[in-house]
C-alpha cells in the first residue's frame, strides 16, 4: 500500500479529501503555518485530521507539505522514518534532495534520521512536514529520534504533530522562544459561523434558533456535528432533530450506530460489520469476507458521504474507518455475531497471506487464535522479514504469540531465541545454546528437515554474536549448503532462506579467512538474490566477495567492490558497515596500487560506517587499511595507531586466525618504521609461538634485520616463505618476500641474486601492480639496474620510480576515534550539537548525569578532543554526524 498522499481540487496527491462538508477555519490555518513547530493535541473526534488535510489544500500546499499518518501501534522505527524519507522525498522541494533509501537490516531509526538531516542541510524553500496520530508511535526511541530531527533542522522544515495527547518530547525551550504553537481541543471546537458552514457544505440549511441549539448542545465538538449533518441530510423534521439531539461524547457511540449503521442497508451494514477485524480493507477482501459483491463502489460512496471512511491511496481502491467507528463497529460485531469473528479473522488471514501482506495476515491469524497458521507464515517467511530490515516487526509478531505457544512449537522458540538475542542479549552462551537445542528435539520429525535450517541460521546468529568463529564455521557445516547450483532443492525450499544461509556462510568464512569457500557460498547466494529480487542480499554477497578475492587477484576484486558500491549509492546504503567493506576492499587495493589520494578518499567513507557493533573482521579491516595508508604515506605514527584500532576489534576474536595474524604482523612493521628497538622487541616477545613463526611477523622481522644490518639473518628469517612452507595468501606479499630478499642479498654483496629476486618481485607484482612494498622498501637502484639489462617490466619499474620521486612528506590527516565509539556514546555524540544542557541530556536518555559525563569524556579521550565543541567538529568531520547547516 503507498503511503498516504493529498489530494486537492485538481490535484494529484490524496489524504482522502473527498465530499462536502469543509470548511475553511483560516484562524486555525493562521496558527498551523506561523510557527517551526505546531502540535495539535485533542482527542479522538476532535477534527484534527480533517483540519490538517483542509489547512493543506485551502494553503495551496499539497506540493509542499509531507503527510505521514502513523501506524496503529507503530513500533518499527525503521518503518516510520522510511514512510518520512518517502512523504519528504514526494514534495517539489524534497525531490531533489532526500535520497532513495530501501529498508535494510543494518538500518536503525537513528541513522535514517542522520540521513535526513544531510539530505535536507541544504533547504532553501520552504515545507511541512505532517505527521498524523503521532500518539501511535510506540517506542520511546522513535519519540527521541522525532525531538532530534525536530532539534537540529534546518529552519525552512516545519513540523506539524497531531496527536490524542501530549508528547513526551523535550520541546519546552521552543516554547520559551515562541518557536512552537499548540492548538488543543477547545481551540479545535467549531463557532456557529463554522457549524452553518459544515452543514452548508453538507446542504444543510437551519434556521438560527435550531442551529444555537444544536451548537450548544454539541458545544462545537467536531463529531458531533459531523454525526449531526449525517442525520440531518435524512430527517424530515430537521429543527426537531435539532433540538434533541445530543452530541456529547456519551451519546457518541448511540449515533454512530442509529444514525450511521442502522441507516445503512443490509447489504452495507454487513460489510461495515464483518470488514471491521481490519485495520484496512478493500473491495476484493471487503466481497470476500461478506460473500457479496460491489465492496469497492460501496466503500467508495461511504468516503464520498463522509460516513467516517477514509481512501489510502490516490486510485482510492484501499479504506480504512475512523478508529472510533471502528472501534464500535467491533463492538457491535462482538454483540450480534460472536460467533462468527474467528472465522473472518482466519479468512482475511489467508487472503493477505496469499496477497503477499504477511505481517497483516500473521496478525489476523492470531487474532483468530489459529496460533498454526501464524506459526506457519512467520516460519516460512522469518528470513524475508529479517533481509527486508523488519526484526522490530518479527519482535512485535513473535509476542503476540502465548508463552505456552512459543514454547510448544520449536519453530517458534528458536526464532524467539535469535529474538532474544537481539532484544535482550544478557544471557550466556551456554543459555542460547541449551535453549536451540531444546526447541530442535521439540519439532515434530515431517518438520525436521525445515527446523534444521533455522537451527543452524539462528546458531550462525549467536556464534558471530558471541564471536566464536570455530562455533560458527561448525554451525555452517551444520547447514549442508555444499551444492553447485544456485537453485539446488534445500530443506524447506524456501530461496529468501537458502540466499540468506548461503550468504551467512560465505560471510562467516570470510571471518575465519576460508576465502575460497567463501566466494563460493556468496556467488551463490548473490546469483539467489538476483533471483528473487533480494538486492541488499546480493549487496552484502558483492561487499564480502571483493573483500575475499582480494587476496587472490585485484581486478575481478575491484569490479565486485564497484558493483556492490554502485548498489549502495541507488538504494542509499552508503552508511552501512557493509558498505564499509566494500570501499575497504576497494582502498586496500588502491593503496597497494600506490594511488593513495583516492584510497584516503574512501577509507574517509569507510569510517563512516563503523560501528561499536561491528563485526571484529570487518572493524580489523577498516583499521588495517588506514594503517597500510599510513605506512605508504610514511606517517608510522599515525599507522600504529590504526593497527593498535584493529587489534581492540581483533581481542573480541575467540581464536585466533590469519586476520590476527595479519594485524599483528603490520602492528610490528610500524613499530619497525618508528624504529623504537626497546618497543620491539617486547612486541615480539609478547606474540604466541604460532604468530611469532608466522609469514606476516617474519616478514615484519626480517625488515627489521635488514635496518640493523644483519641481511644474513633476514635471509634465513624468510627461508621459510621463500621456499614455500610457509604460505602467504596475499599477491601483494608474496612481492614484498622476494623484494625483502633482494634488499638482503645487495647488502651481503651478491648482485646477481639481488637483481634474480628483484625481478622475482616484480614478477608477483606485475599482475595486480601492487607496488605498495616497492615505496616501503624503496630500491631505487636495483630497479635502475633491472631497466638497464632489459626486463619484461619497464613500464612498472617506470611507474614505481615516479612514485617514489613524486612521494612528499603528508601533513597528519584527520585523526579516527582511537577505538570503536560505542552504542551510548553514539547516543550521547547526536545530542552535542544541540543546546541541551547535560542534565537535560540525561533526562532525554533516561539515565543519570553521572552517566552521560562518562560517556563524554569518553567520547573526548576517544575523538582526541577537549570540548564540547571540538568534539562536534571533529564527530562532524568523520561523518559520525550529519554537517552543520544554516539556521
Request: net charge negative; charged share 25%.
Amino acid at each position: 500500500m503507498a503511503a498516504d498522499e493529498v489530494v486537492c481540487s485538481g490535484g494529484t496527491r490524496n489524504v482522502g479529501i473527498q465530499g462536502a462538508g469543509l470548511v475553511a477555519r483560516r484562524g486555525l490555518f493562521e496558527q498551523l503555518g506561523a510557527a517551526r513547530v505546531t502540535v495539535v493535541s485533542a482527542p479522538a473526534g476532535s477534527g484534527k485530521t480533517m483540519l490538517l488535510r483542509s489547512w493543506i489544500c485551502a494553503s495551496d500546499l499539497a506540493e509542499r507539505a509531507a503527510w505521514v499518518p502513523v501506524r496503529r501501534g507503530e513500533r518499527d522505527p525503521q518503518r516510520f522514518w522510511l514512510s518520512v524519507a518517502d512523504a519528504l522525498r514526494a514534495t517539489a522541494v524534497g525531490s531533489g534532495l532526500v535520497q532513495a533509501t530501501t529498508a535494510a537490516p543494518e538500518l536503525d531509526g537513528w541513522a535514517l534520521v542522520e540521513r535526513l538531516l544531510e539530505d535536507l542541510a541544504p533547504l532553501q524553500e520552504r515545507i511541512w512536514l505532517v505527521i498524523d496520530d503521532v500518539h501511535e508511535l510506540d517506542t520511546a526511541e522513535s519519540l527521541r529520534q522525532l525531538e532530534l530531527l525536530i532539534m537540529r533542522a534546518p529552519s525552512r522544515l516545519r513540523f506539524v504533530l497531531a496527536t490524542r495527547h501530549d508528547l513526551g518530547l523535550g520541546l519546552h525551550r521552543m516554547r520559551v522562544e515562541g518557536a512552537l504553537a499548540e492548538i488543543r481541543a477547545a481551540d479545535l471546537r467549531f463557532d456557529q459561523a463554522e457549524a452553518r458552514e459544515l452543514f452548508a457544505g453538507a446542504g444543510i440549511e437551519l434556521p438560527d434558533a435550531a442551529l444555537t441549539a444544536l451548537h450548544e448542545r454539541t458545544e462545537g465538538w467536531a463529531a458531533g456535528l459531523r454525526l449531526a449533518a449525517l442525520s440531518l441530510a435524512r430527517s424530515a423534521d430537521p429543527v426537531r432533530f435539532a433540538a434533541e439531539f445530543s452530541g456529547s461524547e456519551r451519546t457518541v457511540a448511540e449515533y454512530l450506530l442509529a444514525e450511521v449503521l442502522e441507516r445503512q442497508d443490509q447489504q452495507v451494514r454487513r460489510l461495515l460489520l464483518r470488514t471491521s477485524i481490519l485495520d484496512r480493507v478493500n473491495g476484493e477482501l471487503a466481497d470476500l469476507l461478506t460473500g457479496g459483491s460491489g465492496g469497492e463502489r460501496i466503500l467508495q460512496d461511504l468516503e464520498h458521504t463522509n460516513a467516517f471512511v477514509t481512501s489510502l491511496d490516490a486510485p482510492r481502491s484501499w479504506f480504512r474507518y475512523h478508529q472510533m467507528f471502528a472501534d464500535l463497529l467491533r463492538l457491535e460485531l462482538r454483540r450480534t455475531a460472536p460467533g462468527e469473528i474467528t472465522a473472518l479473522h482466519r479468512t482475511a488471514a489467508e487472503w493477505l497471506a496469499g496477497q503477499g501482506y504477511l505481517v497483516e495476515a500473521i496478525r489476523q491469524a492470531q487474532a483468530a487464535e489459529d496460533w498454526a497458521l501464524g506459526a506457519r507464515l512467520l516460519t516460512e517467511h522469518w528470513p524475508s522479514l529479517l533481509v527486508d530490515g523488519q526484526r522490530a516487526t518479527v519482535h512485535q509478531l513473535l509476542i503476540g504469540f502465548p508463552d505456552a505457544v512459543l514454547a510448544a512449537d520449536g519453530e517458534l522458540a528458536l526464532m524467539a531465541a535469535a529474538d532474544e538475542l537481539k532484544e535482550a542479549p544478557e544471557h550466556s552462551k551456554q543459555h542460547y545454546l541449551d535453549r536451540t537445542d531444546r526447541a530442535l528435539e521439540s519439532v515434530p520429525p515431517e518438520r525436521r528437515a525445515r527446523a534444521q535450517l533455522l537451527f543452524g541460521i539462528v546458531r550462525l546468529l549467536l556464534a558471530r554474536h558471541f564471536w566464536d568463529l570455530p562455533a560458527a564455521a561448525c554451525a555452517a557445516r551444520r547447514l549442508g549448503i555444499t551444492t553447485d547450483a544456485p537453485n539446488a532443492s534445500m530443506p524447506g525450499g524456501n530461496l529468501a532462506l537458502r540466499a540468506m544461509a548461503l550468504i551467512m556462510l560465505g560471510t562467516t568464512e570470510y571471518t575465519i579467512a576460508r576465502f575460497a569457500d567463501a566466494v563460493r557460498h556468496l556467488e551463490l547466494g548473490a546469483a539467489l538474490a538476483r533471483q528473487i529480487g533480494r538486492p541488499h542480499l546480493e549487496f552484502v554477497s558483492l561487499a564480502f566477495q571483493s573483500a575475499s578475492v582480494m587476496f587472490d587477484s585485484f581486478t575481478p576484486a575491484t569490479e565486485l567492490g564497484e558493483q556492490a558500491m554502485e548498489l549502495a549509492r541507488r538504494h542509499d546504503w552508503t552508511d552501512e558497515p557493509t558498505a564499509g567493506i566494500a570501499a575497504t576492499a576497494l582502498a586496500t587495493m588502491l593503496v597497494w596500487r600506490g594511488q593513495l589520494a583516492e584510497a584516503e578518499s574512501l577509507l574517509h567513507d569507510a569510517e563512516r560506517t563503523l560501528r561499536a557493533a561491528a563485526e571484529p573482521a570487518v572493524g580489523m579491516a577498516i583499521r588495517c587499511s588506514q594503517g597500510l595508508l599510513g605506512l605508504a604515506l610514511g606517517r608510522n605514527a599515525e599507522a600504529l595507531n590504526a593497527f593498535r584500532s584493529a587489534e581492540l576489534f581483533a581481542d573480541r576474536l575467540s581464536a585466533q586466525n590469519q586476520f590476527v595474524t595479519i594485524v599483528r604482523g603490520f602492528r610490528l612493521l610500524a613499530l619497525v618504521r618508528l624504529g623504537d628497538a626497546e618497543r620491539i622487541t617486547a612486541a615480539f616477545a609478547a606474540l604466541d609461538p604460532e604468530v611469532r613463526e608466522s609469514a606476516w611477523v617474519r616478514l615484519a622481522l626480517a625488515t627489521r634485520q635488514i635496518d640493523e644490518g644483519t641481511p644474513d639473518l633476514a635471509i634465513a628469517t624468510l627461508a621459510p616463505v621463500l621456499d614455500g612452507s610457509l604460505p602467504v595468501i596475499w599477491p601483494g606479499r608474496v612481492a614484498e618476500v622476494f623484494l625483502l630478499e633482494a634488499i638482503a642479498r645487495e647488502a651481503l654483496g651478491d648482485t646477481a641474486a639481488a637483481e634474480v629476486a628483484v625481478e622475482r618481485a616484480l614478477d608477483a607484482a606485475e599482475p595486480d601492480g601492487a607496488v605498495l612494498c616497492f615505496l616501503l622498501h624503496p630500491v631505487s637502484d636495483l630497479l635502475e639496474r633491472r631497466a638497464r639489462h632489459g626486463t619484461g617490466h619497464a613500464a612498472l619499474i617506470a611507474e614505481i620510480q615516479s612514485l617514489l620521486a613524486g612521494r612528499q612528506p603528508q601533513p597528519a590527516a584527520l585523526q579516527p576515534p582511537l577505538e570503536a565509539l560505542s552504542d551510548s556514546e553514539i547516543r550521547v555524540l547526536r545530542y552535542l550539537p544541540t543546546h541541551l544542557s547535560t542534565p537535560d541530556i540525561a533526562r532525554e536518555l533516561s539515565v543519570s548525569p553521572n552517566t552521560v559525563k562518562t560517556h563524554m569524556r569518553n567520547l573526548y579521550i576517544k575523538l582526541g578532543v577537549h570540548r564540547r565543541d571540538e568534539a562536534v567538529g571533529h564527530a562532524r568531520a568523520l561523518g559520525l554526524l550529519a554537517p552543520a547547516h544554516r539556521r
